[in-house]
Every structure is written in structure tokens, then in C-alpha cells.
């Protein structure tokens, strides 16, 4: 069973082509225009073990809002197509992750219901051309559009680069646990019958 999807948006704001693939290694091209972002990317494909291309040109004159939300909406979509039915995954993830002073906490449930709770406190401010703002944005396009629950919770830190990295990672290690196949379930993990 392969489980990919590509997505391909255009919109006056932005034109974002991606393309996933579930069981990867984390290799793959990011190239948004937005350095941190991309870096941020990085670090989800990688320990997500997700196979990932993006590409993605926005209207940065105005900021990067538009093209960091874009792409979460098209990991989402993604995310939901390359899923199909659900069948046999684990559904649900959770992850801790420190980098240096920093720790946050992931966990997902594919739940087919989407919704992100984002428990931390970024200030403002700015990494080049990604407002910390932007991280909540992302993710909540993301778990909308993969339609999966998503609750986010920083811990401790005092360096945001690092407060968002341990963000993306538990992420990740989150994403990563909870579309992974479960050997012992041969249906949807669901009393309903669905996630969809």
C-alpha cells in the first residue's frame, strides 16, 4: 500500500505544489522563500519520517502569513488524502521533546474532527522573515485540513528559535506515531467505523 498524495493550490496570494509520502525517510526538497520555515519543515519531514516536497511562491511583500498558512493547508489536505479510509493506523501520538531549555508536547488523534489547541505563549517578534505567529497559523491550517485533533503544549523555554523547533519536533514524533500501521488492526480504529 503506497500512501501519498500530491496537492497543488493557486490562489492570488500564493501557488504551493506538494507532494507526500507517509512511510519515508525524511528526504525531499522545502523551498518557500521563508528560511526558518523551511528549516522548520526540515525538522518536520525528518522526524516525521515523511517523504516531502514543497514548493511554494507567496506574496511576501505583505509577509509570509499567507504562504506558511497555505502550506499548512496543503500538508492537511495531504495528509488526508495520502490517509484514505484510516485503515489500520495507529490513530493517536504523542510526543515530549527539549531542545536545550526548551520542551513542548505534542499529541494527535486522527480523529476526523479537525482541531488544534495551542497552549504557549510566543512573543512577538520575528525569525528573518517568519513571525512567531506564524507557527500556531501553520498548525492550525494543518489540523483543519487533516482533519486530526492537535494539542500543543510548551512547557518551558526562553529561546523561541528553540521554543518552535521542540514545537515542530514533538510535532513530528507525534505525526509520526499516530499514522503509523498497527500490525494488530486489519479495520478503522474507531467504534464509529470511520474517521472520515
Sequence with gaps: MTRTAQIDR???ETRVRLHLELDGSGAGRRSTDVGFFDHMLDLLARHGRLNLDVDAAGDLQTGAHHTVEDVGICLGQALDRALGERRGICRYGS??????EARASSAIDISGRGLLVF???LPAGAIGNYDHELTE?????FAANAKLTLH???DAGSNVHHVIE?????VARALRAAVALDPT??????TKGTLT
Excluded at 185 to 190: C, I, N
Design 185 to 190: 488492526e486489519d479495520g478503522v480504529p474507531s
Design 166 to 170: 521542540a514545537i515542530f519536533k514533538s
Design 137 to 141: 497559523e501553520f498548525l492550525r491550517a
Design 10 to 12: 493557486e490562489t492570488g
Design 119 to 121: 497552549e504557549a505563549q
Design 152 to 154: 500543543v503544549t510548551v
Design 95 to 100: 510526543a515530549t521533546v527539549p531542545m536545550d
